[in-house]
RNA sequence: GCAGCGUUCGUCUAGGGGUUAGGACACAUCCCUUUCACGGAUGUAACACGGGUUCGAUUCCCGUACGCUGUACCA
């Protein structure tokens, strides 16, 4: 029982990464930094129709951007290696030869079509089991039903086969799930699922089974989907006679769509405007979501093969894993600004939640906004710099920080400083309406004017100088500042509300503050 | 259809045989701010339904409904 962690997250390379996989990697290296354990990632490469160029480098770059570190992974290596399923196509052949031999599993020889009308005679006939297992197999054409000479001259013939699992007609199938507790199902009611495909490639039950075996996996922790075909992974192991090191299961809560009904699609990303990968993608078209294929579903629209990631919508990375943490899991209590080191230290399997969880946008913004707001004016400068130089836009350093400190507390994302912080970059191109009609009178316009003038008095123009000024400039007419404060607010950025008025001032400079000032007269209509 | 899993505010969730059912997002109001935001305060809002067990059930059991996942030589 006392054995070493290990756990692994093992997605196939058949598009970006979704952002539910991130979790699950998430998942996985929480428990695993939590106990001390190993962090492995294998590449589940073994439908060689589903194959994307550029997706495993693309769950590469997603993960490193996250700051989920491996310790064994295609890329780094490791004592188990090839850590790609694809490389390790020679074992799974003799593993599930094995299982033959010793009659835990037979040959195929149906071809796709004949288990296609297999499958809609029995659907038609009502048929209490529908699948390939017990009550059907021996229908079918394999090594069961076939006389053993048949057999051994299909294989001669070089004709082409399948392996299946037999499994057993009757019994139960009893595991626990550290997320769901006891889990139990009728042996009947399990098919004799494929291992080995005729092209000679294992499923996913004997790839995932064997290599989670010789890697030394301790604890599987991956989606909700794979729920119904963990019996059979139990079988499996049993059959291979690993039972004893068989490692323990926790199936994840899905991520659901925001409204509606189902997994969280890339769909619903378009349609309501947002991400659900990490990464933008650009390596052309994604293969087909396997979760959008069903008969009763739309047609799936033709991918465009470009999606927006997190990272560009512009979310910090600690940020995405606090909102990804939260939705399944939840400490014990009810602080939900975790870092990464505190998501480690209060990581608990037993804690996760069984339903469901919403993919609620709101959230993760909020959150985004949370970590934005505790970055140091330079470190948010220093994110703000490349969104500058995008537009074309360079200020003097000092000046970025001083903006990022103005603007810190009320944006969501680094970039809305360039939207809604236009007026640090350029004059305004219009006023205010509502402010204009109430508050640009005869007296503002004078106090504007003078103010305009006595900014050459002053050798500089910082926050205190400014403050100084504006309200010295009020009081020589006889005016109270806080009356005019809105107008010249108006007058220097547009808008009526914004960032600390002195701090503007201060950011934008003398000459800056005259001219928008002359551009603000000039556009004062006055009788 | 069959199998498995699930069901606490609109959403993420805490809780658990006796609670004013707690927190967060969102929303609303107020305070702060001569602005806006941040922050603070307050408010609206939930135990799917029906049986049982029990002095007492949202919590335990059973059933129903609903939902999800799976039911591929995809993962």
Known sequence: MARPVRVRFAPSPTGPL???????????????????????????????TRFVPGAEDYIRRSLAW?????????????????????????????LARQLVERGQAYYAFDTPAELETMRQQLLASKAE??????????????????????????????????????????????FDDLVRGQVRVQANTIDDKVLLKSDGMPTYHLANVVDDHLMEISHVIRG???????????????????????????????????????????????????????????????????????????????????????REDGYLPAALLNFLALLGWHPTTDQELLSLPEMIAQFDLSRIHKAGARFDIQKAKWFNQQYIKQLSNEELAQQLTPELASRNLSLPPAKVVAIGGLMKERITFVKDIVTDGAFFFEPPTEYDAQVVAKKWNADLTGYLAALQS??????????????????????????????????????LTGAPGGPDLMGIIAVLGQAEVEKRLGLALAMVPLP
């Open 18 to 48: 979704h952002i539910g996989g991130v979790r699950t990697a998430l998942y996985n290296y929480l428990f695993a930094r939590q106990q001390g354990g190993t962090m492995i990632l294998r590449i589940e490469d073994t439908d060689q």
């Open 66 to 94: 996250c700051g989920i570190e491996l310790d064994e992974s295609p890329w780094h290596g490791g004592p188990h290696a090839p850590y790609r399923q694809s490389e390790r196509k020679a074992t799974y052949q003799a």
């Open 129 to 174: 089991h529908t699948g390939y297992g017990s009550q059907t197999r021996l229908q079918m054409k394999n090594s069961l039903s076939l006389p053993a000479t048949e057999v051994q001259a299909r294989l001669a013939a070089g004709e082409p086969y399948s392996v299946r699992l037999l499994v057993p007609a009757e019994g139960e199938v009893v």
């Open 224 to 310: 909700e989907e794979w729920l119904p075909s963990a019996p059979l992974h139990v079988l499996l192991y049993r059959a291979f006679g690993w039972e004893a090191t068989r490692p323990q299961f926790a199936h994840l809560p899905l991520l659901l769509k925001p409204e509606g009904e189902g997994k969280l699609s890339k769909r619903d990303g378009d349609r309501l405007g947002f991400s659900v990968f990490p990464l933008a993608w650009d390596g052309g078209a994604p293969a087909p979501e396997t979760d959008e294929t069903g008969p009763d579903d739309e047609p799936t629209p033709q991918p465009t093969g470009r999606s927006s990631g997190f």
């Open 454 to 491: 006595a900014l050459a008095t002053v050798p500089q123009l910082d926050e205190a100088t400014a403050r100084e000024l504006t309200h010295q400039v009020a009081e020589q007419r006889g005016l109270k500042p806080g009356s005019l404060m809105q107008g010249l607010r108006v007058a």
